[in-house]
């Protein structure tokens, strides 16, 4: 599992808020029972002043001191958990407060990330993806093979295997996959089954429509005021551990786009950054569009799928329409 500082971060302070709310939760609860229960201040008040006169006993030679300090306080702790029961309280009401009780909200239990860190990644991880709610639908688990046929067919079972072995062998062989084909014959489909086994696995994983993604590295180049609030975002392109670009080839290709996208590409091959690209294009079309450099990269650093078969989203929308 692996996060970027920023991500890392993020989730750090999720953490800090969480332990400064409860512990202003524990003093708004201890401030309540002072007002409710006076005596029960008193006997805190106790616990100060037996311990330090036990601690004098022990110092003067009495072994038994620190027996006795025990079984004193112990029944302290009997009476205030009995004026708390009284007063119609918990008799924990005053124990400190943590919204995981397991690793006492600092997200660790011992050097080990805690159940609910991992369940803090997986989350931070689904919403920064860009298709949190597309992962919901479109995944190995609604998969299927009706739409295709005969050499179709073969061609879309290869692509899946294809996935599959990039998913097992992600944290220990650097790969990318290049999807190509007719429109609508499951590139995007197979990417989003990817992402979701790679972000439930905890891995960072970006998603941009090829438009999309231009249009943020050209706001990021020219807009000075606001690259700020950009830096972040552009920097996870780089260093998320997927990031995939669907329907590349649907945007304006013009020189700073073609500049843009082998510079991204170009980088996180350097940096061992897996990439999944799907695109409408033909490898020609590919050639023909962008400069020799990116199609030498794609075809030289990419496992080429090809897609083909009816174009599914109408035939799903068709089969819609009948009903």
Request: aromatic share 12%; glycine share 4%.
């Amino acid at each position: 599992m692996s996060l970027t500082n920023t991500q890392y971060d993020f989730i750090l302070r999720d953490y800090e808020k969480r332990q400064l709310d409860n512990r202003h939760e524990l003093e708004r609860r201890t401030a309540h029972v002072y007002e409710l229960i006076p005596s029960y201040r008193a006997l805190e008040d106790k616990v100060a002043s037996v311990s330090v006169s036990q601690g004098k006993k022990y110092l003067e030679g009495d072994e038994h001191a620190m027996d006795d300090l025990k079984n004193i306080l112990a029944g302290i702790s009997r009476e205030k958990a009995d004026l708390l029961q009284n007063a119609g309280l918990p008799a924990d009401y005053l124990k400190p407060v943590y919204t995981c009780p397991d690793c006492h909200d600092t997200g660790y239990i011992g050097s080990q990330k805690c159940h609910c860190f991992k369940q803090a990644m997986i989350t931070l991880l689904y919403e920064q993806s860009n298709i949190r709610e597309m992962l919901r639908i479109e995944n190995f688990q609604t998969l299927s093979y009706e739409y295709y046929e005969g050499e179709d067919l073969a061609r879309f079972q290869n692509a899946v295997i294809t996935c599959q072995k990039f998913i097992e062998n992600f944290n220990s062989d650097y790969h990318n996959l290049f999807f190509y084909g007719t429109v609508g014959t499951g590139k995007s489909f197979l990417s989003n089954c990817v992402a979701k086994e790679l972000i439930e696995s905890g891995y960072s994983v970006i998603y941009f429509s090829a438009a999309a993604l231009f249009e943020m590295l050209s706001k990021y180049s020219f807009d000075y005021r606001n690259r700020d609030d950009q830096k972040d975002r552009y920097a996870d392109l780089y260093q998320c551990d997927l990031l995939i670009i669907d329907d590349l080839g649907t945007e304006l290709t013009n020189q700073f786009v073609a500049s843009q996208l082998f510079s991204l590409l170009n980088e996180r091959h350097m940096g061992k950054k897996a990439t999944i690209i799907s695109a409408n294009l033909s490898l020609e079309e590919l050639q023909k569009r962008y400069s020799d450099r990116i199609f030498s990269r794609i075809t030289s650093h990419y496992k080429i799928c090809k897609l083909a078969g009816p174009d599914i989203r109408m035939y799903k929308k068709r089969l819609m329409n009948r009903k």
